[in-house]
C-alpha cells in the first residue's frame, strides 16, 4: 500500500528523465496530507531546486499572499507542481519530462484525495484541464473531472511580471473561496 513517506522517497530517488542529472533537489510538494484542496504548478524554479521546497522566492511570497486574501495558507492545503526536477534556466517543461513525471503527480493525487484541484498557469492547467486551455480565456473556470473541481489562476510568477492581470486574479480567488465553502468540509477562514 502506498504512503506519503514511501511515495517521497522513490520520487527523490527517481532518474525517469534528463531533468535527474541537473537537479539540485527533487521539489516533491509539501502542505497538508489532509488538504481538500491541492494546488499545481507547472515545475521548480532555482530557489525550489536550490531549497526542496515548492513556491519560494518572490512567486511564493506572492501565492502566500494570494492564499491569505482567502483565509488559506500552506499549513491547509497541499502544494506540488507536474514535473519536480528544475528544467534548465527554468524553461518550459518539455512533454517528455512531464510524461516521464506525471505519475508521481497522479499517486500524490490518489494519496490526497482533494476535492479542489487548483492549476497554477497555462502549463498545468494544459496538462489537468486539456491541451486547448488557455489561460488568458479560461482562468476562474471551473471544470469537472471524476471527483475533482478544477480551475485555474494566473501563475503568480505571471502576475509578478504583468500586475495588470491581478484586478482578475482578485475575481478568481474570490471565486475559489466561494467554491471551498460550497464543496469542502474542513474549516477554512
Not at 48 to 54: P, R, S
Not at 88 to 115: F, G, M, S, V, Y
Not at 157 to 167: H, Q, Y
Request: with cysteine; proline share 5%; net charge positive.
Amino acid at each position: 500500500m502506498e504512503n506519503w513517506d514511501n511515495l517521497r522517497e522513490r520520487c527523490i530517488n527517481c532518474t525517469a528523465c534528463p531533468l535527474c542529472e541537473t537537479r539540485t533537489n527533487v521539489v516533491f510538494g509539501s502542505g497538508s496530507t489532509n488538504a481538500e484542496i491541492l494546488f499545481i504548478g507547472e515545475g521548480p524554479g532555482e530557489q525550489e531546486d536550490l531549497k526542496g521546497e515548492a513556491f519560494v522566492g518572490r512567486a511564493g511570497k506572492l501565492l502566500d499572499d494570494m492564499l491569505a486574501i482567502i483565509g488559506l495558507n500552506r499549513s491547509n492545503i497541499y502544494i506540488t507542481n507536474i514535473v519536480k526536477c528544475r528544467p534548465p534556466k527554468n524553461r518550459d517543461p518539455l512533454n517528455t519530462e512531464q510524461e516521464a513525471c506525471i505519475k508521481w503527480l497522479r499517486k500524490q493525487t490518489a494519496l490526497l484525495k482533494p476535492k479542489i484541484i487548483v492549476c497554477l498557469g497555462r502549463i498545468a492547467a494544459a496538462r489537468i484541464i486539456g491541451p486547448d486551455f488557455k489561460i488568458t480565456r479560461d482562468h476562474g473556470k471551473w471544470y469537472k473531472a471524476n471527483e475533482f473541481s478544477i480551475m485555474a489562476l494566473y501563475h503568480p510568477s505571471a502576475l509578478l511580471r504583468d500586475p495588470s492581470k491581478r484586478p482578475e486574479t482578485f475575481l478568481d480567488l474570490k471565486e475559489l473561496k466561494r467554491k471551498i465553502k460550497e464543496i469542502c468540509t474542513h474549516t477554512y477562514n
